[in-house]
């Protein structure tokens, strides 16, 4: 899968920095061949999908090694993320923010995918439209989210919808009653992403398969030192990372200064569209047993599922993602 492909840029690092270098190779099988291990490790429901690269580099990475290094909280406390730039362009406003807004309508009507890299761009463009009417604390909730209120009401059955509580979300944004700034958004981070979905993560994963992982960037003297410095330091409408960036731009490659942004993430909607299609449709969200759940609305589901196999699937594999793990943790803990 080209697209999700960095093993070049490793190789270049690799070389200028004269370290063994060790690669292999995943392919779509060998993510499902993992796939239950993972879920069978989780005690409780959690859907991001780069558990399973994670799971996978930690159980290679213990054929060699004990400890291991990782790069976590430096985009949280240095600004790394798409978002954080999403963020920065509605504080300062240019040409180029002013021009994706306005031209809301076009990103609506053409295909969005994480899959591909143009339309991976309409999907960003889109999002970017769709959020310059919110505050800056709505917009840092939505820009966490994979779905908004209204997605995740419309899958729940009609009953599980009038219990729902709107409001589950504001322990996370006391911050933004003091400021509204790029380091309140980075602070947000640091409470809520970082200890709930990264460090989690790769805790979770790691220890899975007996590795140690050390973050450097959580050292407690550069988290303060991070905190300290003035958002100009961090990002601006070129660059993200800035002061890391520039203070090893003469160790690293020249082709990874200023290099997008790329998540570890996996080639999910080709994978559930074609490997996982029968795990999805005969067996964790069929209609039969969704029915008989009692938790989602059957026919939300369906469109679901046939949004994921349609020319505009958006993060619809994201969601469905998302189910596939809580079903599965549903029929282990509570059916078995």
């Known amino acids: 899968e080209p697209f999700f492909d960095e093993t ?18 995943l392919s779509n099988s060998d993510l499902y061949d993992s796939l239950f291990e993972v ?8 859907a991001d999908s780069s558990a399973l690269a994670v799971y996978i580099l930690s159980k290679n990475t213990r054929k060699h090694i004990k400890v291991a290094l990782s790069g976590d909280g430096a985009d949280e406390i240095f600004s790394g993320y798409n978002k954080h730039q999403a963020e920065y362009g509605f504080n300062h406003p240019n040409w180029k923010s002013k021009t994706i807004s306005a031209l809301s309508p076009l990103w609506k009507a053409l295909p969005k995918s994480r899959n591909n890299t143009l339309f991976n761009k309409f999907r960003q463009f889109d999002k970017f439209a769709s959020l310059s009417k919110y505050s800056p604390k709505e917009r840092y909730w939505k820009m966490c989210c994979i779905s908004n209120d209204k997605e995740m009401l419309s899958i729940l059955t009609p009953k599980l919808r009038n219990e729902f509580n709107p409001n589950h979300n504001e322990k996370f944004l006391t911050h933004y009653e003091k400021s509204s700034d790029i380091n309140t958004f980075l602070l947000s981070d640091t ?6 979905d990264m460090l989690f993560k790769t805790d979770m994963m790691s220890m899975a398969n007996g590795l140690e992982l050390r973050s450097p960037f ?15 330091f961090k990002i601006n409408a070129q660059m993200r990372k800035r002061i890391v960036q520039d203070t ?3 160790h690293l490659p020249n082709e990874l200064y200023q290099r997008p942004k790329k998540g570890f993430e996996v080639p999910l909607l080709s994978w559930l569209k074609n490997e996982l299609d029968s795990l ?15 938790i989602f609305d059957y026919p939300a589901i369906k469109s679901l599922i046939d949004k994921l196999h349609s020319q505009d699937p958006e993060d619809s594999h994201a969601r469905v993602w998302g189910l596939i793990v809580f079903q599965y943790w549903y029929k282990k803990y509570f059916l078995s």
């Open 218 to 232: 959580l050292d407690v003297s550069v988290v303060n030192f991070a905190n300290s410095l003035a958002p100009d």
């Open 280 to 294: 999805i449709r005969k067996e964790l969200l069929s209609e039969e047993f969704v029915r008989e759940q009692g």
């Open 8 to 25: 070049p840029f490793a190789l270049a690092v690799s070389k200028k920095c004269k370290t063994d270098h060790t690669v292999f190779s």
């Open 191 to 196: 409470e809520l992403v970082l200890p709930y």
């Open 248 to 250: 090893f731009k003469e």
């Open 39 to 46: 879920l069978d490790y989780l005690d409780e429901p959690f």
